[in-house]
């Protein structure tokens, strides 16, 4: 079933894409002039001139491209015909196969050209050309001297430290990397912060707080949580909160047996602590039954979770809803009973002056124009903005969706313009206040 357009479409100057002319068999009968249709058994396209069907054609103009006088010009109309003339070294012949005509261009000539490469690669002719490539790389400069060997000194070959005048190889290059990072932090193992036993590592057995030596850059990762130097107290060595994941590196060496304080570690907090009301820190959300809320954590788990509601997972109704969630006109979060929540909404009416006072109908010049006053109670209760308001337009017998001229002359006035003469009660429009 086609769309039903009941007024004149004016694109505006878009562009009409991807469209089709009417398909017909013969001329219609009804001479509307300016009407397109495309006879499909002979292939034209033809326009109704008020009397009868036309064939759509014209003429058009050849012109010899590098020519601006119009005595080169040559009107082409229905019916003419167009040679195309071969001349020297060129031929035109025609190809193709029942109503397909090819006019294939052939040339004769293969005049010589003269090539000559110059730069870096030398050479000239016309058909196989000799070519001579320059030396462009100095080899003198590639000697065994120039390259950095694995077992040399990386660090002090040419000029000192970063010289520039050899070739640093990768294992020398990686050698040198491991010189450097050597003597960086030493992980040695973990411990108890609430009693200063090392659970694990080359010290296991010992404690952190008391006898074993401590050199610059170990450190130790917190197993069991406590007050670190807690048993040490009062100063100055005042106890530490530590929880497991938090870590302890030595800035201070000492021997074993020598009393060390708590001012001698760098303590690096995980931020594992469990979180409070207003305290960042460790915790759990956790999906509801009832809700909707589901919570999924990414995999491996990086402690980030995704919320998002599921309405299957709330308890379905069939029943009118009592309660809406929304806000109001100040922002402000409040439940709505159903009828309060659309009221202000949806409108489904009949366009019959005589059935209400918000709808006006008149008739002019040929075209039926229905006025509705959106302003009026009997439309959506309050008042309402013909800016604010959409309209789709239904044929009242059957339902089906029309197209009118729709027009807002204000704030208050929605106007439906169709062709010819309309009832009242032709036609039902629904409107949705989106204001």
Known sequence: MAINFLNSVDLNT????????QNVGSDPTSVLKGQIIYRTDINQLKVANGSGYVQVGGSFTLRAADSTSGSNDFVVTPGSTVSLAGGTNMTVTRGGSGSESVFTVNTTATPDQTVTLSGAVTGSGTTAITTTLQQVVDTSKFVASAITKSDEDFANQGSGVNGDSQLPTTKSVYNYVNLVATGNLKFMGGFNAA?????SGPN???????????????????????????????????????????????????????????SDWSVVQADRDVATATTIGAGNTESSSTSGINVAYTSPSDGTATLSLDVNAVT????????????????NTRTFTDSEFFQHRFKNISLDSSSSAAITRSVSGGITTFTVDVNNVAIFGSVGSALNTTVEILDHSDGATVYAEVTRAGISDLSIAFLGTKADGDYDVLLTNVG
């Open 14 to 21: 878009s562009q009409l894409l991807n469209a089709v002319i």
């Open 195 to 199: 009693t200063g036993a090392i659970t």
């Open 204 to 262: 296991s057995g010992g404690n952190i707080t008391e006898d074993i030596a401590i050199a610059i850059g170990d450190y130790y990762v917190v197993t069991v949580g406590g007050n670190f130097y807690g048993t040490l107290t009062p100063a100055p060595n005042p106890a530490i909160p530590l929880t497991p994941g938090d870590n302890v590196i030595g800035t201070t060496a000492r021997t074993a047996g020598a009393t060390l304080n708590a």
């Open 316 to 331: 379905a109704s069939t029943d009118k809803p009592s309660k809406v969630l929304g806000t109001d006109s100040s922002g």
